[in-house]
């Protein structure tokens, strides 16, 4: 049997559109039931037929996952648009600019919430590093009465907010586990997995990965860290010193996490060493009353990236003196260009640097090894530490379920270089992977709407030419 069966999909969803709307997915459900198990039996009576000529199987198991014995022991989601990976801001970035298009769409999150990151893995005094204007999402700016720099209870309420003004509804607890797409059929195939055990497989023409680039902790492996005996947490399950006065708290780590947890320690009256390990840069957060990055970007406008890199550099020495002394070393590369280039985001100060002056963080070079309530480093001292925070940063963790390796590298983010990592081939795109914050997910999200909606209303002009079109999002059967 020839995968041109599969085509009979369409014309079926097309008619059932026919039937009054509380009818529709019963009908569906009944009758796409029938159109496989149709197309089982015939498989079925052709693997017994020695004689018929061989041509191409469209086998039910591959797209539908019928199990011999139970042939629903798996749903499956027929979705008339694009499946979107993600419910964080850069996943809702694409569904508003669907729903705008008048696309539909489904929304898979593993999390029971939408911006799970935010609302769960975060620490209590974060705040927005860079002004309001340049973390908004597309189309809905930040209430005027927010401050410059949102708290982290304002940016959940405005992404709550952006999810109800677009009637994003995303399916909740659902966990990807594989993704991969059918050459036969030309379509995706989006398998999910829920805490009670139940499985759904999603069928759709486009994917959407906006998991983006913190989806998974990233805890290194240290000698003797089992052995500590103390307390051992990362940063993301970090809320607050208060639990932590008198404490000495090693912090390992010094990026925008890692200072941010050492100076909470310090207001909390704790005890903390940071980790400094490898080089870093440390910029003012804002430069004569301005933001650095808002500067920056002015900069960008008219000079090289090279040359507002020096003068970024020069700015930050005259503002916050040589933080070499303090155990801070700067890389060779300017901040700009490392961020650009490695993804590696330059430490907006906030207070902690100085802390780092008045020796209430103690700055401490790499870690040797850790026994029992106690570090060793590589310079020989050792320290007696009460806890362990591992500011150790987030990966992607798109190479454990997405199937596919042209788009995506090993390490999870496109190959293309940032404006080109947004869409690759056969239906697939990505959103949250450009490094360059809120800004550059919503530029990419504004392209992939665009992109895919005008695909949809050419496919829906043909259709309609031929039958009328059904135009629920999605079938379940």
Not at 126 to 138: A, E, G, I, S
Not at 208 to 230: C, H, M, Q, S, Y
Not at 300 to 318: F, Q, S, T
Request: contains cysteine.
């Amino acid at each position: 049997m020839s995968h041109r069966y599969f085509l009979y999909l369409k014309p079926l969803q097309s008619t059932i559109s026919l039937i009054p709307n509380k009818l529709q997915q019963l009908s569906l459900s009944l009758s796409y039931n029938i159109f496989f198990l149709a197309l089982k039996f015939a498989n079925s009576c052709k693997q017994n037929q020695e004689s018929y000529p061989s041509e191409p199987t469209f086998s039910t198991a591959r797209m539908f996952s019928f199990a011999d014995t139970d042939m629903f022991s798996r749903r499956c989601v027929w979705v008339n648009g694009p499946v979107i990976v993600g419910a964080g801001p850069s996943g809702l970035a694409v569904a508003a600019g669907l729903r705008e298009q008048g696309v539909p769409f489904v929304v898979l999150e593993r999390a029971d919430c939408i911006a799970s990151l935010w609302q769960k893995r975060t620490y209590d005094r974060l705040k927005l590093h860079l002004p309001k204007q340049f973390c908004q999402l597309p189309k809905f700016p930040f209430p005027d009465h927010y401050p410059e720099y949102p708290t982290k209870r304002q940016f959940i309420e405005y992404l709550e907010s952006y999810a109800r003004h677009f009637d994003i509804n995303p399916q909740f607890n659902e966990c990807v586990q594989s993704a991969k797409y059918d050459q036969v059929c030309r379509l995706w195939r989006v398998k999910t997995v829920s805490p009670d055990g139940s499985e759904v497989e999603y069928i759709c023409q486009w994917l959407v990965v906006a998991t983006g680039e913190n989806a998974e902790r990233v805890v290194p492996e240290i000698d003797g860290l089992k052995e500590f005996g103390g307390e051992v947490i990362h940063a993301c399950d970090y809320k607050s010193g208060e639990n932590y006065k008198g404490k000495k708290v090693l912090v390992v780590g010094c990026g925008n996490s890692g200072m941010e947890v050492s100076l909470d320690l310090c207001n909390h009256e704790a005890k903390p060493a940071m980790v400094v390990r490898s080089s870093v840069h440390v910029l003012p957060r804002e430069i004569f009353g301005k933001s650095t990055f808002e500067l920056a970007m002015f900069m960008l406008k008219w000079l090289p990236l090279w040359l507002v890199d020096k003068i970024m550099l020069v700015l930050a020495w005259m503002i916050l003196g040589n933080i070499q002394k303090y155990g801070l070393k700067r890389p060779s590369t300017g901040p700009l260009e490392l961020k650009n280039t490695q993804g590696k985001t330059p430490v907006l100060d906030i207070g902690a640097l100085e802390k780092i002056r008045s020796r209430e963080i103690q700055v401490v070079p790499g870690i040797r090894r850790f026994s029992c309530g106690m570090v060793e480093l590589v310079n020989g001292e050792k320290l007696e530490i009460d806890s362990v925070v591992l500011a150790t940063g987030y990966r992607s963790n798109v190479p454990y379920w997405l199937q596919e390796t042209e788009f995506f590298s090993k390490n999870g983010f496109p190959n293309a270089p940032f404006p080109n990592g947004w869409k690759g081939k056969a239906g697939l795109y990505a959103v949250g992977f450009t490094r360059r914050g809120l800004s550059g997910a919503s530029a990419d999200a504004m392209k992939i709407s665009q992109d895919i909606a005008k695909v949809w209303k050419d496919d829906l002009k043909q259709k309609k030419q031929k039958v009328p079109t059904h135009r629920r999002c999605i079938s379940t059967f």
